[in-house]
C-alpha cells in the first residue's frame, strides 16, 4: 500500500490548511491512522490518530483544540484539518497507518506504513 499526503504549502499565521492522505494500493481495514510531523532540527512527534470506526481520537497537546482529524474509509483518506496555525507548526507533516492497529497510538514504531510527507511553511 501506498500513501500519498496532500494540502500543505506555505500559509499564513492564523489559517487554516487541509490535508488529506489518501492510501492506494490495499484498503487499510481496522486501522488506526495517524500523522505526525517533523519540524526543522527536531525528532518526528505525534499529532494526531484515529481509529478506523473514527469513535476515538488522540491529539498531541500542542495542537489539541485548533487541529482535527477526521477520515474517509469508503475513500480510504484521512484528513487533518489544521486551525489557527502558528509558525512553530511548521513542519513536514507525515500520515501513517498502524495496521491492524494496536494501542500505543502516539508512538512511530507502532505504525506500519508511512507516507512521504508534505511540508507545511507557517509564516508569521
Known amino acids: 500500500g501506498q500513501l500519498v499526503e496532500s494540502g500543505g504549502g506555505l500559509v499564513q499565521a492564523g489559517g487554516s490548511p487541509r490535508l488529506s492522505c489518501t492510501a492506494s494500493?490495499?484498503?487499510?481495514?481496522?486501522?488506526?491512522m495517524g500523522w505526525f510531523r517533523r519540524a526543522p532540527g527536531k525528532e518526528r512527534e505525534f499529532v494526531a490518530a484515529?481509529?478506523?470506526?473514527?469513535?476515538?481520537?488522540n491529539y498531541a497537546d500542542s495542537v489539541k483544540g485548533r487541529f482535527t482529524i477526521s477520515r474517509d474509509n469508503s475513500r480510504n483518506t484521512v484528513y487533518l484539518q489544521m486551525n489557527s496555525l502558528k509558525p512553530e507548526d511548521t513542519a513536514v507533516y507525515y500520515c501513517?497507518?498502524?495496521?491492524?492497529?494496536?494501542?500505543?497510538?502516539?508512538?512511530?514504531?507502532?505504525?506500519?506504513?508511512w507516507g512521504q510527507g508534505t511540508q507545511v511553511t507557517v509564516s508569521s
Open positions: 484515529i481509529s478506523w470506526s473514527a469513535g476515538n481520537t
Open positions: 501513517a497507518v498502524d495496521s491492524p492497529p494496536g494501542t500505543r497510538l502516539r508512538e512511530e514504531r507502532s505504525y506500519d506504513y
Open positions: 494500493g490495499r484498503t487499510f481495514s481496522n486501522s488506526v
